[in-house]
T-cell receptor
């Protein structure tokens, strides 16, 4: 069941930061926010996850609002290879699987 | 290099035939998963296995079967009972436990049944 809302598509200029929003207003205290992306005709790729603190790794940053009802995935310097569908997933510890909705299709424009 | 392999990349079958999709991982992961993806849609879980010789149904298991005889292998059989088998099939694995949700995916097998 979808617990997240994402815009269906976004564009971003190459070299600029891509900010992908995700609304998860019904998230509960023990649920994490995970982000994956899927480049066309490939398997999804794990990007980052967080509970309530902001997180950063070599791929992206994850900003979670204080009330945890929304988050933003930030790709600091988007490249053409970042063109993909980005999935925001809320998952409860102990759940058996991830629910991949339809995500946001990010197109990086030269 | 560690990773997940799925073969073949493209598979064509006639209606009424069973077909088995291969998934192998050399990541030493305990958990493995099978997902199905239809055009323009997200992924849906078919089966998952958290340990050798054990597996559970996911959201859309009807018409599919799996086995997990070895840690490295989790083949999926699409049976003739599956009404709409044409889809993109993705296999994934994870360490399990607290890292269950950091899943590594294979390149997928695109199955076409006519």
């Amino acid at each position: 069941d979808a617990k997240t809302t994402q815009p269906p598509s976004m564009d971003c200029a190459e070299g600029r930061a891509a900010n992908l929003p995700c609304n998860h207003s019904t998230i509960s205290g023990n649920e994490y926010v995970y982000w994956y992306r899927q480049i066309h005709s490939q398997g999804p790729q794990y990007i980052i996850h967080g509970l309530k603190n902001n997180e950063t790794n070599e791929m992206a940053s994850l900003i979670i609002t204080e009330d945890r009802k929304s988050s933003t995935l930030i790709l600091p310097h988007a490249t053409l290879r970042d063109t993909a569908v980005y999935y925001c997933i809320v998952v409860q510890t102990g759940a058996n699987n991830l629910f991949f909705g339809t995500g946001t299709r990010l197109t990086v424009i030269p | 290099d560690g990773g997940i392999t799925q073969s073949p990349k493209y598979l064509f079958r006639k209606e009424g035939q069973n077909v088995t999709l291969s998934c192998e991982q050399n990541l030493n992961h305990d958990a493995m998963y099978w997902y199905r993806q239809d055009p323009g849609q997200g992924l849906r879980l078919i089966y998952y296995s958290q340990i050798v010789n054990d597996f559970q149904k996911g959201d859309i298991a009807e018409g599919y079967s799996v086995s997990r005889e070895k840690k490295e292998s989790f083949p999926l059989t699409v049976t003739s009972a599956q009404k709409n088998p044409t889809a993109f099939y993705l296999c994934a694995s994870s360490i399990g436990g607290e890292l269950t949700y950091e899943q590594y995916f294979g390149p997928g097998t695109r199955l076409t049944v006519t």
